[in-house]
C-alpha cells in the first residue's frame, strides 16, 4: 500500500471485474481489490449480479476495513470492484464505486479508473435532461451517459458514451448479468485481459491475476468496448486510436512492481531507470539507500550501476494509520519520523545516496534529507528517478494545479537547497523513455513537458473540485 503521508503524486483507482459461470465472484473480486489497494485507499466498493438482481456493498477505507464478512451477501458469478483515491470529486461516501443508477436494462453498476476532462458540461446537459445526482465524482456522470440514453441496447448506449467522454478512462460496468469494460481511445490508464478456466477477467493490473489464479491474455485496446455474456466474450474497437499514450508515471510509482505493462515488468522498467539514472547523475558517495517502498527497484539499478552498496538503511513502519497522518505541517513531520526510520549504524558517517521515485511539493524529501543528517550522514546525495515534475495532471492523478508542483517554480538547484541535499539529479526525459522500451510517441509524458494527448485541459473543468460547485 502506498503511504498517505508521502508528497508524491497520490494514486489514481483501481478497476476489476469478473465473470466466471457456476463461481461466486463476490471472494474473488475481493482478493483482485486486494492485489490493488496501492492505487486508492480512501473507499472501496463491490457490485455483483444474480437472477435477484444487482447486490452492492462499498464504503470508506481500506478493502479490508469494508468488507470483513460482508461478501456472503454478495451473490452471483460475475462482480466488478474498486479501490479508490478521490481525483475528481471530494472523498465521501457518495462518492465511492461502483456507482449504481437505474437504467432501461436494470440497475447499471459502473467503476472507473481516469478522469473525464469534460464532466462538467456533460452533467450540466444532464441535469437538463431530468437526471438527479446524488455525488460530485466524474464516473457518476459516465454512468448516467450510459443510463439515460435512448438506445435500445446496453452495448449501444456504451458506444454512444464512448463517442462523448473526454479524457482518461478505464471502466468496468455490470447489467442484467452482463460485464462490460471499456477504455479510452489513447489507452492513458491501464486495462488487462485474462482468463481463469472458463471465466474472464479485467483489472487494472496484471498483479491482480495472480492473486486469483487468472492468466493475462492481452491489453485491452485503445478505445475498445469488451463484452462477457453467458460466458461468451466479444470485443470490438469503438474508437479509432490517435495514438497511444500510456502514463508515464504507471512506470515511475503508480503501478506494482510484480505488475506487467503493455509487455513490461514494473520492477525491471524501474531497475532500468535507476541505472540510467547513474549514469546521468553519478555520485561519489559509500552506498544507495532507497525511499521505502517505491524507490527501491530503481535504488538497485543506481547500485548496480555505480558499483556503490546497497542498503535498506531506511525502515518503512507499515502500521501508521491515515488517522494519524493528517495534512497539516506538525503531523506531516512528526508522520515522516514515525513512518520512516533510520538504520544509524548504516548511515553514521556514510557519505548516502537517497533514491526515490519523485519530488512533487518538496516538504517530505526535505524531511527525509534531515532525518538522515539526524542519523550521522556525512553526506546526502538525492537523485530521482523521474524527471521533473513541472505540469499538472488531468487524467487521474491528484496533481491538476501548477501551484502544488515545486519545480513548476524552482529550478533543480533552487529544490536541492530547499530540501537540503549536498547534490540533486533527475531522470532525463531521454533516460525515462530509454529505461522504459516504448517510444515517446507511445507514452503520456504530459505531467513532464506539457504536451497533453488530449489538447490542453483546464482546471477548472478537470480538476478534483470541477464538481463540487454543481452541487
Known amino acids: 500500500m502506498k503511504d498517505p503521508w508521502r508528497e508524491g503524486p497520490r494514486e489514481e483507482c483501481g478497476v476489476f471485474g469478473i465473470a466466471w459461470p457456476g463461481q461466486t465472484a463476490a471472494p474473488l473480486v475481493y482478493l483482485g481489490l486486494l492485489a490493488l489497494q496501492h492505487r486508492g485507499q480512501e473507499s472501496a466498493g463491490i457490485a455483483t449480479w444474480s437472477q435477484g438482481g444487482l447486490h452492492l456493498h462499498k464504503g470508506m477505507g481500506l478493502v479490508s476495513w469494508v468488507f470483513d464478512d460482508r461478501l456472503s451477501a454478495l451473490l452471483g458469478s460475475v462482480g466488478i470492484g474498486h479501490v479508490r483515491y478521490s481525483t475528481m470529486g471530494s472523498a465521501v461516501l457518495e462518492n465511492a464505486q461502483p456507482v449504481a443508477v437505474p437504467s432501461p436494462w436494470g440497475t447499471l453498476a459502473v467503476a472507473h479508473n481516469g478522469n473525464l476532462t469534460n464532466a462538467p458540461q456533460l452533467r450540466e446537459e444532464l441535469q437538463r435532461r431530468g437526471v438527479r445526482f446524488r455525488g460530485t ?9 450510459v443510463a439515460a440514453s435512448s438506445r435500445r441496447t446496453p452495448e449501444s448506449a456504451i458506444r454512444a458514451a464512448m463517442e462523448r467522454l473526454e479524457g482518461a478512462y478505464t471502466v468496468v460496468a455490470l447489467i442484467d448479468g452482463a460485464l462490460f469494460a471499456f477504455r479510452d481511445p489513447f489507452a492513458i490508464r491501464p486495462l488487462v485481459l485474462g482468463r481463469i478456466a472458463d471465466g474472464w477477467v479485467v483489472a487494472s493490473e496484471t498483479c491482480a491475476f495472480d492473486q486469483i489464479g487468472a492468466v493475462f491474455v492481452r491489453d485491452v485496446l485503445p478505445g475498445e468496448l469488451v463484452v462477457v455474456r453467458d460466458g461468451q466474450l466479444h470485443g470490438e474497437v469503438v ?23 503493455v509487455g513490461r515488468n514494473v520492477h525491471r522498467v524501474r531497475r532500468a531507470m535507476g541505472r540510467v539514472l547513474a549514469r546521468e547523475h553519478p555520485a561519489d558517495a559509500d552506498l544507495v539507500v532507497p525511499v521505502p517502498d517505491s524507490g527501491t527497484s530503481a535504488a538497485l539499478g543506481f547500485a548496480e550501476q555505480s558499483g556503490l552498496r546497497f542498503e535498506l538503511a531506511l525502515v518503512k513502519n507499515r502500521y501508521v494509520g ?29 557519505r548516502v545516496v537517497l533514491v526515490d521515485d519523485s519530488i512533487v511539493r518538496g516538504t517530505t524529501s526535505g524531511k527525509i534529507v534531515q532525518v538522515l543528517r539526524e542519523a550521522g550522514a556525512r553526506e546526502v546525495h538525492v537523485r530521482i528517478s523521474s524527471p521533473p515534475i513541472r505540469w499538472p495532471c488531468f487524467y487521474g492523478v491528484d496533481t491538476s494545479s501548477r501551484r502544488q508542483l515545486v519545480a513548476a517554480e524552482l529550478d533543480v538547484e533552487q529544490i536541492r537547497r530547499r530540501i537540503g541535499a549536498d547534490s540533486l539529479g533527475y531522470l532525463s526525459q531521454e533516460g525515462l523513455v530509454e529505461a522504459i522500451g516504448l517510444s515517446r510517441a507511445e507514452l503520456c509524458m504530459a505531467c513532464l513537458d506539457g504536451q497533453y494527448p488530449t489538447g490542453q485541459p483546464r482546471e477548472e473543468l478537470a480538476g478534483r473540485m470541477a464538481l463540487e460547485v454543481a452541487r
Open 239 to 261: 474508437l479509432p486510436s490517435p495514438r497511444r499514450a500510456h502514463c508515464v508515471f504507471e512506470y515511475i510509482y503508480f503501478a506494482r512492481p510484480d505488475t506487467n505493462l
Open 137 to 145: 465524482s466524474d464516473t457518476e456522470v459516465l454512468a448516467w451517459c
Open 322 to 350: 491515515r488517522t494519524f497522518i493528517e495534512p497539516d505541517p506538525q503531523r506531516r513531520d512528526l508522520g515522516v519520523r514515525v513512518k520512516l526510520n533510520p538504520v544509524r549504524e548504516l548511515v553514521a558517517g556514510q
